[in-house]
């Protein structure tokens, strides 16, 4: 079964409207960290906001904001204002703690969503 | 300026070849590792490593290998075995830790001839 599930494959926004995309995820694991990333046609992963599980509020950077619903599982992306140079895939990601407390902490990614940006 | 270096951004390799695929970190990171992106789809995990002189094998690590001699180098050999190696590389680099984002590089681009 996929830990990271993104379900919409593309979407189309409006510049200066907010928008949502996606993300539910998988884990039995009590603590976890919840990640977007915003790939740019150059290539490059840029970090964009982190939610770790237990955190009591939903994180905001700037124009990003997380909606995350615990009992859902779901971490969705809040854009607002929606500028042209937000046109990228978005990639949600998410890092489950080891359970013997050594071992890696590498990120587990969804397919992401690609975003465009209409004038 | 602290960040990840990729060499090269275009890389071509002929049948039955390996080739090496640079990744250079001065931001003083304990973990490295290397994911691949095919089109259409999320990152996979090939190799990471937490320290120096140790690494794991990830999700698809066959027909790749890794080294880590040096803190602030962690380069990835396509050998000839990987029969599919047409994808974009990235490399990344994070703080040990649980909530830690990664870092990632430019990438490369790996096309068969």
């Known amino acids: ?119 | 300026d602290g960040g990840i270096t990729q060499s090269p951004k275009y890389l071509f390799r002929k049948e039955g070849q390996n080739v090496t695929l640079s990744c250079e970190q001065n931001l003083n990171h304990d973990a490295m590792y290397w994911y691949r992106q095919d089109p259409g789809q999320g990152l996979r995990l090939i190799y990471y490593s937490q320290i120096v002189n140790d690494f794991q094998k990830g999700d698809i690590a066959e027909g790749y290998s890794v080294s880590r001699e040096k803190k602030e180098s962690f380069p990835l050999t396509v050998t000839s075995a990987q029969k599919n190696p047409t994808a974009f590389y990235l490399c990344a680099s994070s703080i040990q830790g649980s909530n830690e984002k990664l870092f990632f590089g430019s990438g490369t681009q790996l096309s068969v001839l």
């Open chain 1, 1 to 119: 079964a996929q830990k990271i599930t993104q379900t919409q494959p593309g979407m189309f926004v409006q510049e200066k409207e907010a928008v949502t995309l996606d993300c539910t995820y998988d884990t039995s694991d009590p603590s976890y960290g919840l990640f977007w990333y915003k790939q740019p046609s150059s290539g490059e992963m840029i970090f964009l906001i982190y939610q770790g599980s237990y955190d009591q509020q939903n994180a905001t950077e700037g124009r990003y904001s997380l909606n995350f619903q615990k009992a859902r599982k779901s971490a969705n992306l809040v854009i607002s204002a929606s500028q042209l140079g937000d046109s990228a895939m978005y990639f949600c990601a998410m890092r489950e703690l080891p359970h013997s407390g050594a071992g890696s902490y590498q990120l587990t990614f969804g397919k992401g969503t690609k975003l465009s940006v209409i004038p």
